[in-house]
């Protein structure tokens, strides 16, 4: 079983819908979670950062953290075109310190 | 800051041949990731040094990979022999000790294929 869970897609939406992306992960010692979008022939970006349980709002993304049911979502309202890119998730915690372990990331389509 | 480059961008090579991929990451930073990206297998970590310092290899696929960090500006990944199977794109990523450590900045990747 790996680490992190995450649907790969592909997901395709009409511009304006709400668009909720998700993980699961095994390891309880995870304590930071982050988001990175990824566009086309680039590098990883991150998006969202969060510490521990709760919902972080940043503009249409809201981040949030479920850490007893081990499981975090990225909701964007109102989604756009320029929203179309792959969605990571990145989990870090315990004895990895500074090291990263992401999700397979979702594929995401927002058509006109 | 430039962010971290990486080159070259694209690499087409024979199958055989040694493969060089370069990194300079964001000045001041003290922690550099290697990953690898394919459609089947995702972004995988390969190695990660901190001050220099190798800390974790255990993601590099076999010997014929190897990395290196001379000092806190430059990293050097290296595949001799390539294999087809090495085509993918190849990411470094940098990032700071401190109350933001766990976000890592990445570079534009180099697309390397092995033919």
């Known amino acids: 079983q790996k680490e992190v869970e995450q649907d790969p897609g592909p997901l395709s939406v009409p511009e304006g819908a709400i668009v909720s992306l998700n993980c699961t992960y095994s390891?309880?010692?995870?304590?930071?979670f982050m988001w990175y979008r990824q566009y086309s022939r680039k590098g990883p970006e991150l998006l969202m950062y969060?510490?521990?349980?709760g919902n972080k709002e940043d503009g249409r993304f809201t981040a949030q953290v479920d850490k007893s049911s081990k499981y975090i979502s990225l909701f964007i309202r109102d989604s756009q075109p320029s929203d179309s890119a792959t969605y990571l998730c990145?989990?870090?915690?315990?004895?990895?310190?500074?090291?990263?372990?992401f999700g397979q990331g979702t594929i995401l389509t927002v058509h006109p | 800051d430039a962010g971290v480059i990486q080159s070259p961008r694209h690499e087409v090579t024979e199958m055989g041949q040694e493969v060089t991929l370069r990194c300079k990451p964001i000045?001041?930073?003290?922690?550099l990731f290697w990953y690898r990206q394919t459609m089947m297998r995702g972004l995988e970590l390969l190695i990660y040094?901190?001050?220099?310092?190798?800390?974790?290899d255990s993601g590099m696929p076999e010997d014929r990979f190897s990395a290196k960090m001379p000092n806190a500006s430059f990293s050097t990944l290296k595949i001799q022999p390539s294999e087809p199977r090495d085509s993918a794109v190849y990411f470094c990523?940098?990032?700071?000790?401190?109350?933001?450590?766990?976000?890592?900045?990445f570079g534009a990747g180099t697309r390397l294929s092995v033919l």
């Open positions: 390891n309880s010692a995870f304590q930071y």
């Open positions: 000045s001041g930073h003290d922690y």
């Open positions: 990523a940098s990032s700071l000790m401190g109350a933001a450590k766990n976000i890592q900045y």
């Open positions: 040094f901190n001050n220099n310092v190798p800390i974790d």
């Open positions: 990145a989990l870090a915690g315990g004895t990895s310190y500074g090291k990263l372990t």
């Open positions: 969060t510490y521990s349980s």
